[in-house]
């Protein structure tokens, strides 16, 4: 008997084995042939299918537009959700590009009342109305909801009070007078408030909606989200893809012209290029080891977004309490092989604070008004001099043992690493490095523990205020300690006054006087290298909020 | 055997609990927390979001709350997918990890014993430094490298399989072929191994002279007795394949659970940490188990020793 039973798991196995041997066969073959069916089916067709296949990279940790801080989130919302603004092609906002047809501001710069659209609807046939944006807004701002974002609102009338539990939904300053008018009150004025209403935490969802559905589990599945967007979520497999199908009660539907977009969920690089190759992917972001490959096609191209990178010194303690030290360590960088040798992604060297392409007055770009470059890169002499008078004024014959705290991730380690090195040839120190896991540098940075850090910041708004503000001296983000009452101040002037011409001045006297201390020291604007297949057009990609806009895009030629 | 299993059923749970334990107070010790973020938000914000998730109380208390929900069978709320619950993410995960886990240790074993086996008899012989080729390549190369150039090769270059995705049955066999090759290697090693401890025996001996055919001798005197060993490292081989694997779910993009378990202490997600430690503790110790039944069902005087005692 026993014997035979063990024969008997013998033949199991061999015949299992050949099962699954033959399996693999018979499920190439079919899986070639429907292939070939699928391609000579689109050839006989002669219009192009309005498909458009991306990837998020990240399956989105969180699709409720109340509470959600992350950009893969942000990107889906940003296709199915509306708000009273959204930025058009060329990055401009203009009235009639979202829900609000028009808006009044007052002369002082601080009550914004917003008149919506005629015939608007959720995507369940209700009308979408002012009295929607007050309750998702003050949704946001409950305390019980425990928005992260919540403070995106700060600017407005009583939110603050009412978010920390000390004021009453009813002192917040947002107001619908009527079905279709808005009023919102400012604490003080806000140029990029207008900018703001675009953005994923101003997006709202239907009251009595969300009444239903309950504000947590908002977002949870495609069917707990009512839709208002070019888009609506069709299906959501965790991890796998979401696919987006367009919105037919969308007030601009003529404008969309595709009828169904997938966003896959690829997080290896190599395997998001093979997809990208046997044409899965329509676009994709080119990792820097496989940049030789693509640099020179025609599907290539560098996207500059709003980020800035710099080395963050400890101003508060240490030898980085001397201005001359930062200026030693920031102009012994070359930012030039750095950004082509190391980075290889496009992105391009800093010498100043605020990135290009964030308007400033008359919504001409900053970089231009500002005068930067405020010093020259890769200044060895100048670098050497500094460091010299730097010591002299501390009193010491030569620097301490120096960290230099970065990210553990295999870039970040390439790219402290290069640092390193350039700090050793050209001022001849020795740098430690110290990898950490993002969040414990994080924690590192808010205790001030170290002494100089790599780190970056991308805008929360499309204005410099958002590369500025953080460096005054009671900022909660200004983790590199930098104090100078003079900058406080002309950052507090820019804050209240309704000139905006005086504010850009203002803004570019305080970057001026921060660079002069070298508060922190600029490496690097951040930019992404993208293939992009020939036959898609007009895929815009924004330089911040979002990674990608699909409400204009469309496919021409792919059956050419 | 009811008493025994019962001993072993207690056993079990005071083993999670330890675990369940240890993994909570260390896991509060790495700096930070969920919500620290680059953004720094106002402090009336964070304590809004503490209070939410209970975070504002004193850990032990906490503690408490934690071993209360999961008394009944709650493992809360993931603190980085904020509006999904830990049980969700194992549901919707773990059967992906589960397929291909059970397909590659199927791969695995099957290659595995006939190769070790096949090395033993022929010792010393072509089979023999094949085997050895096999498993010095399923050790010493990543299972990513393997990964990486089945997907070249099969699905880019001869695109007979698809490169990446979840689906059908067509999107497992390059990852569980790429998964197999470790167990592959552990299992023809060990097989060889115990296999020519037993050959040497006595009793093999005698079954030939017995005049058993050789069929026999191999399968019931020396397979029977050199699986000990393979049956043992299988159990927790077992656990750790199934609950999901980080870097082969990633290369093929497959919507399972081993990012979890890996993401979740980046994330600082206190619930998910826990949540996927519980998991794989409960399949590690159920698995343990599933070996000692294993144990006295294939060699009966393991069953004797129990039953003196």
Redesign the interface.
């Known amino acids: 008997m ?2 035979k039973n ?2 008997a798991l ?1 033949l199991t ?1 061999v015949l ?2 050949s099962a ?1 041997l033959a ?2 066969s018979t ?2 073959n079919s ?2 042939q429907s ?1 070939n069916n699928n391609s000579s089916g689109t050839q006989t067709a002669k219009t192009d299918e309005q498909v458009l296949t991306l990837n998020l990279r990240a399956d989105p ?4 537009p109340f ?3 992350d950009v893969a989130s942000f990107d889906v919302l940003n296709d199915v959700l509306e708000g009273l603004t959204r930025y058009d092609k060329d990055g401009q906002l203009k009235p009639g590009s979202g829900l609000a047809k028009s808006w009044d501001i007052s002369s002082d710069g601080l009550t914004y009342t917003f008149h919506l659209k005629d015939g608007i609807k959720w995507s369940d046939g209700n009308p979408i109305t002012a009295y929607d944006f007050e309750y998702s807004w003050k949704k946001v701002l409950d ?6 974002y ?2 995106q609102f ?1 600017y407005i009338q009583g939110a ?1 009070e009412y ?3 000390k004021g009453s939904a009813d002192q917040v300053g947002i107001k619908a007078l009527d079905d279709k008018t808005l009023q919102v009150k400012l604490k003080a004025p806000a140029p990029q408030f207008l900018g703001l209403t675009a953005f994923g935490t101003y997006l709202p969802q239907e009251k009595s909606f969300v009444e239903k559905v309950g504000v ?5 599945s495609p069917d707990t989200l009512v839709y208002s967007g070019p888009f609506v979520l069709k299906q959501w ?4 893809n979401l696919v987006l199908e367009k919105n037919p009660d969308y007030w601009d539907k003529d404008s969309v012209k595709l009828q169904k977009v997938t966003l ?5 690089a ?2 998001q290029a ?2 990208y ?2 044409g ?1 992917l329509d676009q994709m972001r080119v990792p820097s080891d496989l940049m030789d490959k693509y640099k020179n096609t025609k599907e290539f191209s560098i996207k500059p977004v709003a980020t800035n990178w710099y080395i963050q010194f400890n101003d508060k303690k240490g030898v980085f309490k001397n201005a001359n030290i930062r200026k030693a360590f920031t102009l012994a960088i070359d930012r030039k092989a750095f950004t082509e040798q190391v980075l290889k992604d496009g992105s391009i060297p800093a010498e100043s604070i605020v990135p290009p392409g964030v308007p400033g007055y008359n919504g001409e770009d900053f970089s231009k008004q500002d005068g930067s470059p405020f010093f020259k890169d890769n200044d060895v002499q100048a670098a050497k001099d500094y460091l010299k008078k730097g010591l002299e004024e501390l009193g010491l014959k030569e620097l301490p043992a120096i960290t230099f705290t970065a990210d553990d991730t295999s870039g970040a380690k390439k790219d402290a690493e290069a640092l390193q090195q350039m700090w050793n040839q050209n001022l001849g120190v020795n740098v430690q490095i110290k990898n950490e ?4 540098r ?3 940075m ?1 205790k001030g523990n170290f002494d100089m850090v790599l780190a970056g ?1 991308g805008a ?1 708004y499309n204005d410099p205020m958002t590369f500025l503000d953080m460096w005054e001296t009671n ?3 200004n ?1 590199a300690f930098y104090s100078n009452p003079e900058y406080d101040k002309l950052i507090d002037d820019a804050k209240s006054t309704p000139d905006l011409k005086k504010r850009n001045d203002d803004m570019i006297q305080a970057e001026k006087i921060a660079m002069n201390d070298m508060a922190i020291g600029p490496l690097y604007f951040q930019a992404y290298a993208l293939v992009t297949k020939s036959y898609v057009k007009d895929l815009v990609v924004p330089t911040f909020g979002t990674e990608f806009e699909l409400k204009w895009a469309y496919i021409e030629g792919k059956n050419q | 055997m009811l008493n025994y299993s019962i001993k072993r059923f207690v056993y079990m749970l005071i083993t999670i609990w330890v675990i369940i334990t240890l993994t909570f107070f260390l896991m509060h010790m790495i700096p930070g927390d969920p919500f620290t973020s680059e953004k720094k938000v106002p402090p009336q914000i964070r304590q809004n979001m503490l209070a939410k998730y209970h975070l504002d109380k004193p850990l032990i208390v906490q503690y408490g709350y934690y071993l209360d929900n999961l008394m009944h069978g709650d493992l809360g709320i993931s603190l980085k997918y904020l509006n999904r619950t830990v049980d969700d993410i194992i549901k919707q995960s773990a059967p992906a990890s589960f397929q291909l886990g059970v397909q590659s240790i199927f791969l695995g074993v099957v290659f595995g014993l006939f190769f070790g086996i096949v090395a033993a008899l022929k010792r010393g012989g072509g089979w023999d430094y094949f085997s050895m080729f096999l498993a010095i390549i399923g050790i010493s190369v990543p299972n990513f490298i393997i990964a990486t150039l089945l997907q070249l090769l099969l699905a880019s270059k001869l695109k007979l399989l698809p490169v990446s995705g979840w689906g059908s049955f067509k999107y497992t066999i390059l990852p569980s072929i790429a998964l197999s090759f470790a167990t592959l290697s552990i299992i023809s090693r060990m097989m060889r191994t115990s296999m020519l401890d037993v050959i040497g025996q006595d009793y093999i001996k005698t079954a030939k002279a017995k005049g058993l055919s050789q069929l026999q001798i191999i399968w019931k005197h020396m397979v029977r007795n050199a699986i000990m060993p393979v049956v043992t490292v299988l159990g927790p081989l077992f656990a750790g394949i199934v609950t999901g694997t980080f870097v082969i779910e990633q290369i093929f993009s497959i919507p399972g659970l081993g990012k979890f378990f890996v993401q979740s202490i980046y994330d600082e997600d206190y619930s998910m940490i826990l949540g996927t430690t519980i998991f794989y503790s409960i399949i590690l110790v159920v698995m343990m188990f599933v070996v000692d039944i294993a144990y006295g069902l294939i060699d009966p005087r393991v069953r004797l020793a129990k039953g003196g005692k």
Not at chain 1, 143 to 148: G, L, V, Y
């Open positions: 026993k014997r063990w024969l013998l196995l299992a084995l699954l399996g693999c499920n190439n899986g070639s292939k940790p969180n699709l409720n509470t959600t801080t305390p019980k909801t425990a928005s992260q919540a403070y700060y603050e978010n920390s539990g947590d589990k908002l977002g949870s497999n965790h991890d796998q896959l969920i690829i997080k290896d190599n395997t093979q997809n190759d046997n899965t896991a993002f969040k414990i994080l924690d590192d808010n910041w929360d900022n909660g983000n983790t």
